[in-house]
């Protein structure tokens, strides 16, 4: 059965302050990784990873993959109070097309 | 990415009745799929469904209790059957748009069922 972990579940911050979460994963015939921000019900896409070690960034967003230790990373530098929200990880696989299987989510809030 | 319209945006509904959610993109898309959100939970798939083929339900779902519809490459419907309070819930389509964009899912604004 494919599984998905993230962590921490939950995180409070200031602004400024600089968060790393966590995901791991074990899903069958992997394809890639996604992050998504869910901040009311639509989640809304980040990042699509693909390959160990390269980097992606949009602004104060960054994610990487290791494919071989099974887990990836979102970074967020400068958090600002619109950061706010549940933050998803969703590993794609299957055989003919990427089924997402959601982790449980990492809520974070950031404080002015 | 897409235009995703989901209808309606909430409903409170009763229990044995029967509620049908449509899901419209602005473009033709092959890949559409169905989750539910319980509440405090992840995303779970329900289903996905190709036009012109049978749904196919994930494990634990059945097509009698959420019947689908895909009469198009553009339109959807999952109606929640002979509902409980068990179902209140967040439904969402998500749609992936192409091989350039594979994989990627993007999604409609929701609906919030509850069912008293």
């Known amino acids: 059965e494919d599984k998905v972990v993230q962590s921490p579940l939950s995180l409070v911050v200031h602004e400024g302050d600089t968060v790393t979460l966590n995901c791991s994963y074990e899903v069958t015939n992997f394809r890639s990784l996604l992050w998504y921000k869910q901040e009311k019900k639509a989640p809304t896409f980040l990042f699509m990873l693909?390959?160990?070690?390269i980097e992606k960034k949009s602004g104060r967003l960054s994610s990487i993959l290791d494919k071989k230790e099974l887990f990836s990373i979102l970074n967020i530098t400068a958090t600002q109070t619109g950061d706010s929200a549940v933050y998803l990880c969703?590993?794609?696989?299957?055989?003919?097309?990427?089924?997402?299987?959601f982790g449980q989510g990492t809520i974070l809030t950031v404080h002015p | 990415s897409a235009v995703i319209s989901q209808k309606p945006s909430r409903d409170i509904c009763q229990r044995g009745t029967s509620l049908t959610i449509q899901c419209q993109v602005d473009?033709?898309?092959?890949?559409m799929f169905w989750y539910r959100q319980q509440p405090g939970q992840s995303l779970t798939l329900i289903a996905t469904a190709n036009q012109g083929s049978e749904a196919t339900y994930e494990s634990g779902f059945v097509i009698d209790k959420f019947p689908i519809s895909r009469p198009n490459l553009t339109f959807s419907t999952l109606t929640v059957s002979n509902m409980s309070p068990e179902d209140s819930s967040i439904y969402l389509c998500?749609?992936?748009?192409?091989?350039?964009?594979?994989?990627?899912?993007?999604f409609g604004a929701g609906t919030r069922l509850s069912v008293l």
């Open positions: 969703a590993p794609a696989g299957g055989t003919s097309y990427g089924k997402l299987t």
């Open positions: 693909t390959s160990s070690g």
């Open positions: 473009s033709q898309v092959t890949m």
């Open positions: 998500s749609v992936e748009l192409g091989r350039s964009t594979q994989n990627i899912q993007y």
